[in-house]
Nanobody, 124 residues
Framework: QVQLVESGGGLVQAGGSLRLSCAAS????????MGWFRQAPGKEREFVAT????????YYADSVKGRFTISRDNAKNTVYLQMNSLKPEDTAVYYC?????????????????WGRGTQVTVSS
C-alpha cells in the first residue's frame, strides 16, 4: 500500500504561484508513475500532469502547459507541482496519484493510489 498526502494548497491571487507537494509513505515510489489531477465543484476529476519514475518524461494537460511543472525527488519519496501564472479557472481540489504502470496516464482509472487532496483557490 502507498499512502499519499498532499500539501501546499491555499488562496492566491490570479497571476500568483503555489507549489504543491505529495509525500508518500508505506512504500517507496520506485517504478510508480505519479500524476496530479484536479476537481472543481460540479466537474469531473481531470488530468493535470504526470511524471515517470525516472523523471525522463512528463506530460501536461493543454490547459496548464507552460504554466505548471511536475517534478519528483525519489530520495524523499515526494512529488511536486509548481504552479505559476495561476488563473481563477485553476481553482479546484488537487489530488496526487500513483500508478504502477502508467498505461493511460491521463485516465484517473489508471491510478492505484490517491491522496485526499489539497484545495487551491485563485481569486480574480
Amino acid at each position: 500500500q502507498v499512502q499519499l498526502v498532499e500539501s501546499g494548497g491555499g488562496l492566491v491571487q490570479a497571476g500568483g504561484s503555489l507549489r504543491l507537494s505529495c509525500a508518500a509513505s508505506g512504500r517507496t515510489l520506485d517504478n510508480y508513475v505519479m500524476g496530479w489531477f484536479r476537481q472543481a465543484p460540479g466537474k469531473e476529476r481531470e488530468f493535470v500532469a504526470t511524471i515517470t519514475w525516472s523523471a525522463d518524461s512528463t506530460y501536461y494537460a493543454d490547459s496548464v502547459k507552460g504554466r505548471f511543472t511536475i517534478s519528483r525527488d525519489n530520495a524523499k519519496n515526494t512529488v511536486y507541482l509548481q504552479m505559476n501564472s495561476l488563473k481563477p479557472e485553476d481553482t479546484a481540489v488537487y489530488y496526487c496519484a500513483a500508478s504502477k504502470d502508467g498505461i493511460g496516464f491521463w485516465n484517473r482509472n489508471s491510478y492505484d493510489f490517491w491522496g485526499r487532496g489539497t484545495q487551491v483557490t485563485v481569486s480574480s
